[in-house]
């Protein structure tokens, strides 16, 4: 989950233009205020912070650009947008537990989370993933899933390869780990490269980016996007 800034100019010349802003709030605050300064005719968003956007679209609602948002919801009062589009973060998080489920079997045994807190959409996805596991477990005598690690996997590839290091070298029981996007989950199956450690750890991830199914049909490691 790579956060944007999606700008779309005015005819005659109507184009997109997307900007990878990298989770770096401030970046993404400054090519907002760069677009007001372009009287762009509408600017699409994934907030990096949903408070901290807040002032940088109130400049573009005064301007009358039309701002939207997606995945990640504005919280900033008086900070007004048109329409959020939105994934059912929840849901995909109990539909990554039970992949995971799946992928574990019935000796269950114990699981990682690299998580990122703070995005909304990310503590939404852990959340549904706890819910599922807690009602798995609760009708099981025995084969669990515990969670044994929920660390900061940055959102991001090399963050995620760092924090799946360290999980596996904690937790040499470790059979599987939820990566809240396919950056991290990328980043984990590094980890677990060069670990020695694909045939052993599953990772489950999330969004189902083309790379990350490409690493999966390539059996690098035991992946479920």
């Given at each position: 989950?790579?956060?944007?800034?999606?700008?779309?100019?005015?005819?005659?010349?109507?184009?997109?233009?997307?900007?990878?802003?990298?989770?770096?709030?401030?970046?993404?605050?400054?090519?907002?205020?760069?677009?007001?300064?372009?009287?762009?005719?509408?600017?699409?968003?994934?907030?990096?912070?949903?408070?901290?956007?807040?002032?940088?679209?109130?400049?573009?609602?005064?301007?009358?650009?039309p701002?939207?948002?997606?995945?990640?919801?504005?919280?900033?009062?008086?900070?007004?947008?048109?329409?959020?589009?939105?994934?059912?973060?929840?849901?995909?998080?109990?539909q990554?537990?039970?992949?995971m489920?799946?992928?574990?079997?019935?000796?269950?045994?114990?699981?990682a989370?690299?998580?990122?807190?703070?995005?909304?959409?990310?503590?939404?996805?852990?959340?549904?993933?706890f819910?599922?596991?807690?009602?798995?477990?609760?009708?099981?005598?025995?084969?669990?899933?515990?969670?044994?690690?929920?660390?900061?996997?940055?959102?991001?590839?090399?963050?995620?390869?760092?924090?799946?290091q360290?999980?596996?070298?904690?937790?040499?029981?470790?059979?599987?780990?939820?990566?809240?996007?396919?950056?991290?989950?990328?980043?984990?199956?590094?980890?677990?490269?060069?670990?020695?450690?694909?045939?052993?750890?599953?990772?489950?991830?999330?969004?189902?980016?083309?790379?990350?199914?490409?690493?999966?049909?390539?059996?690098?490691?035991?992946?479920?996007p």
């Amino acid at each position: 989950m790579y956060v944007f800034v999606l700008m779309i100019r005015r005819p005659p010349r109507s184009t997109l233009f997307p900007y990878t802003t990298l989770f770096r709030s401030e970046t993404q605050i400054k090519h907002v205020g760069d677009f007001v300064e372009q009287d762009v005719s509408a600017i699409i968003l994934i907030p990096c912070d949903a408070k901290a956007i807040g002032p940088a679209i109130r400049r573009a609602n005064a301007t009358e650009i039309p701002v939207f948002t997606v995945d990640i919801r504005c919280t900033a009062a008086d900070a007004k947008v048109v329409s959020h589009v939105t994934t059912d973060n929840l849901l995909g998080g109990k539909q990554a537990a039970q992949a995971m489920i799946e992928a574990l079997g019935i000796q269950g045994g114990e699981v990682a989370i690299l998580d990122f807190k703070t995005a909304e959409a990310c503590r939404l996805r852990t959340r549904g993933f706890f819910i599922e596991i807690a009602n798995y477990n609760s009708r099981r005598n025995g084969g669990e899933i515990k969670v044994v690690a929920h660390l900061d996997g940055g959102g991001m590839k090399h963050t995620g390869m760092r924090a799946a290091q360290e999980a596996v070298r904690a937790h040499p029981d470790l059979r599987g780990i939820f990566a809240i996007n396919d950056p991290s989950a990328l980043g984990a199956s590094s980890a677990l490269i060069t670990a020695g450690l694909t045939e052993k750890v599953s990772i489950i991830g999330f969004d189902g980016r083309s790379e990350a199914r490409r690493v999966g049909k390539e059996g690098r490691s035991r992946w479920s996007p």
